[in-house]
């Protein structure tokens, strides 16, 4: 079983409209979140860190599930320039180990 | 502005030969990271080194080796290049922080690497 899961897409949306996606983690014991992005042949990069209490940048909303073991991200009155592969990180017990699940693409149309 | 740099951007290696990427921080971290990316299989660590002289085997280490003699610089090393290597490496970096600190990691542009 993979650590981290997350569904490959591609979510195909118009200009405006709201996306949200899923990521499911296996082991309980995982002490931090984040959500990063990354664009066609470049690096990932954050896009945001995933709290207990969820959190908000923006367009952009995080969310943690503990009891599920899942993280969510939200994107509100989508651009786009939101188009990008977004890749789920959990860092397990092991502060120093991070691992990504194989990233969701979003295409965002005019 | 952090930097993670990376020796090539694009590199052409035949079986058999000896290669090494070289990964340079600026951010004075202790934490570095070496990741192949191939599609659908997502980022996997290969190897990690939390100070200098310091590593540890990450999630797929075979045929991999690493050094790690400055703090700023973490080399990756394919001492038989195989055509089941040929990725994009990614290096990054993050400074060590306590739990629920928020570990950032930076990444480098990464390297194509194309086994022949």
């Known amino acids: 079983r993979k650590e981290v899961e997350q569904d490959p897409g591609p979510f195909n949306v118009p200009e405006g409209a709201t996306v949200a996606f899923n990521c499911t983690y296996s082991n309980s014991a995982s002490q931090s979140f984040f959500w990063y992005r990354q664009d066609c042949r470049k690096e990932p990069k954050l896009l945001m860190s995933v709290y207990s209490s969820g959190n908000e940048d923006g367009r952009f909303t995080a969310q943690l599930n503990r009891a599920s073991q899942y993280i969510s991200l939200l994107i509100r009155d989508s651009k786009l320039s939101d188009s990008a592969t977004y890749l789920c990180v959990v860092n397990p017990y092991n502060f120093n180990k991070f691992y990504f699940g194989s990233g969701t693409k979003l295409n965002v149309k005019p | 502005d952090v930097k993670v740099t990376q020796s090539s951007r694009y590199l052409v290696k035949r079986t058999g030969e000896k290669v090494f990427l070289e990964c340079v921080q600026d951010?004075?971290?202790?934490?570095m990271f070496w990741y192949r990316q191939d599609p659908g299989l997502g980022l996997r660590l290969i190897y990690f080194s939390y100070d200098v002289k310091m590593k540890e085997k990450g999630d797929i280490p075979e045929g991999y080796s690493v050094s790690r003699e400055k703090k700023e610089r973490f080399s990756l090393i394919l001492e038989s290049a195989s055509t089941n290597q040929t990725s994009m490496y990614l290096c990054?970096?993050?400074?060590?922080?306590?739990?629920?600190?928020?570990?950032?990691?930076?990444f480098g542009p990464g390297t194509r690497l194309t086994v022949l």
């Open positions: 990054a970096s993050t400074l060590f922080l306590l739990a629920g600190g928020g570990n950032e990691q930076f």
């Open positions: 951010m004075d971290h202790e934490n």
